[in-house]
């Protein structure tokens, strides 16, 4: 895929929607990232469904540690995972508290420290939460990237580094809402919907369902 295709690829999709937006529901850079980590192997409507009962009564590492292990994981037993998300979260907490004041580290290495945080949840924090123009590279977001001939690579990271080399500057802030909810409800695993498709005359997918 030459430079142009993917110049034109990010300015339908932004024309098409101008301000994306993660679809988690969040009010604080901390609340941002125990959503993210609560994602993992989970859906965003299932950990809205959680959170909405759990920020109610604990949005600041305070509060959240102060539910402990098993409180928290009261909250949020729906999710796949909980007992380890539980812990985990709890020990960031405890990290927030004693090394960050309570703040959310706005940098990838203090980041990465925190129980449960890789590098695809730091990258979302450090793009949703802060304004930098990382990606996440998800299943999705490797699905169209390889599909779409985008950025093809055989590890997310791999990914990543192409669609921060290749994706024209002024759509990198953005760039990783746009190709997750494409992924999500356009470019579907298992039948994509090439017929409604706003980029699939640019798409190298070679077996489109038009």
């Known amino acids: 895929m030459n430079p142009a295709k993917r110049r034109a690829i990010f300015e339908r999709l932004k024309a098409a929607n101008p301000r994306p937006t993660t679809e988690l529901e969040y009010r604080s850079p901390f609340e941002l990232l125990v959503a993210v980590v609560l994602s993992a192997q989970a859906t965003d409507r299932g950990v809205n469904l959680a959170t909405r009962k759990l920020f109610a009564v604990a949005d600041s590492p305070e509060k959240m540690l102060a539910l402990g292990e098993d409180g928290l994981a009261e909250y949020i037993k729906s999710i796949g995972l909980f007992r380890s998300k539980a812990r985990h979260l709890i020990q960031t907490c405890r990290l927030l508290i004693e090394r960050h004041g309570s703040a959310v580290p706005s940098d990838r290495m203090n ?71 494409h992924g999500r409800y356009v470019c579907r695993a298992r039948k994509p919907l090439c017929g409604q498709c706003l980029i699939a005359d640019l798409c190298d997918y070679q077996e489109k369902n038009l």
């Open 111 to 181: 980041l990465e420290a925190l129980p449960g945080v890789g590098r695809k949840t730091a990258n979302v924090v450090l793009n949703t939460a802060f304004g930098h123009a990382t990606l996440a590279v998800d299943t999705h977001i490797f699905r169209v990237a390889n599909r779409t001939g985008l950025a093809p690579g055989k590890t997310p990271l791999e990914v990543e580094r192409k669609l921060l080399r290749f994706v024209p500057k002024e759509f990198l802030q953005d760039a990783h809402h746009w190709l997750i909810l």
